[in-house]
């Protein structure tokens, strides 16, 4: 079971906004923020959203991020179906360790 | 072209060892933090370990601590995780990841190269 808890599955239609949320602790999204990767089927993970809030060169600007306490959050809008994969939430912690939430696996539908 | 590759991936019994090598290209390593991140089949992603530029600090997860060593050469640009008294558990993907050093942000992985634990 993971420190940071994701929904294990979120779905939404071509065009829609969809959010995936990430609930941790103070001792990790509290104070170091989060970061959100993308994996598509087959592939490596992908750097998606970093501190939180900012996207990578080359990221669409459909993707962003937020925190909210000890949260954060993913919301792509105009969903699209290449859309479709695992995004996995993460984060630094201060007991030195390196956390991912346990991944959202998105569906369009 | 940058881009990190990993190698030395493969089947070993319960018990044995296994040394993983990725070679970065198009920039310099030990500019940056690096990690090693598995993932298990069909299962999410695990951190495994972390090494800072320098090589002087590193993290390791409980689940490999006082079993695998990470490691990098400057010369060689290359980062290395040594893996001792593999168990069946440690059968995953292991990726290579570099830190852009803003917020532990893994900003360049390679493609993964397969441990099997098995007898």
Do not use: H
Not at chain 2, 10 to 16: A, D, E, I, K, N
Not at chain 2, 84 to 110: F, H, I, K
Request: glycine share 12%; with cysteine; charged share 15%.
């Amino acid at each position: 079971q993971s420190v940071l808890t994701q929904p294990p599955s979120a779905s939404g239609t071509p065009g829609q906004r969809v959010t995936i949320s990430c609930s941790g602790s103070s001792s990790n999204i509290g104070t170091y923020n989060a970061n959100w990767y993308q994996q598509l089927p087959g592939t490596a993970p992908k750097l998606l959203i970093y501190y939180s809030d900012r996207r990578p060169s080359g990221v669409p600007d459909r993707f962003s991020g937020s925190r909210s306490g000890t949260s954060a959050y993913l919301a792509i809008s105009g969903l699209q179906s290449e859309d479709e994969a695992v995004y996995y939430c993460a984060a630094w912690d201060a007991s030195l360790t390196g956390l991912f939430g346990g991944g959202t696996k998105l569906t369009v539908l | 072209e940058v881009e990190l590759v990993e190698s030395g991936g493969g089947l070993v019994q319960p018990g044995g060892s296994l040394r993983l090598s990725c070679a970065a290209s198009g920039f310099t390593l030990s500019s940056y933090a690096m990690n090693w991140v598995r993932q298990a089949p069909g299962k999410g992603l695990e951190w495994v370990s972390y090494i800072s530029s320098s090589g002087t600090t590193i993290y390791d997860a409980d689940s490999v601590k006082g079993r695998f060593t990470i490691s990098r050469d400057s010369v060689k640009n290359s980062l290395f995780l040594q893996m001792n008294s593999l168990r069946d558990e440690d059968t995953a993907v292991y990726y290579c990841a570099r830190d852009a050093g803003t917020n532990w942000d893994l900003d360049l992985w390679g493609l993964g190269t397969l441990v099997t634990v098995s007898s």
